[in-house]
C-alpha cells in the first residue's frame, strides 16, 4: 500500500499525506507546501509516509 501513496504523493502530494494521516495538521502543512511549490510538497508527503 506505500508504493500506492508515494505514487499518489508524487502526482498529487496533499492526496498521499491525506491517505496516510487523514485531515490533521500535515495535511494542511503539505497543502501549504505544496501551492509554495510544487518539490517541497512531494518531499513532505514522501517523508510522511516513510516515516509512519
Not at 7 to 32: A, D, E, K, R, T
Amino acid at each position: 500500500m506505500d508504493i500506492i501513496r508515494i505514487i499518489l504523493s508524487i502526482i498529487l502530494p496533499p492526496l498521499g499525506v491525506f491517505l496516510q494521516v487523514g485531515i490533521g495538521l500535515h495535511f494542511w502543512l503539505n497543502i501549504l507546501l505544496t501551492l509554495c511549490g510544487y518539490i517541497p510538497g512531494i518531499v513532505h508527503a514522501i517523508w510522511i509516509i516513510a516515516r509512519r
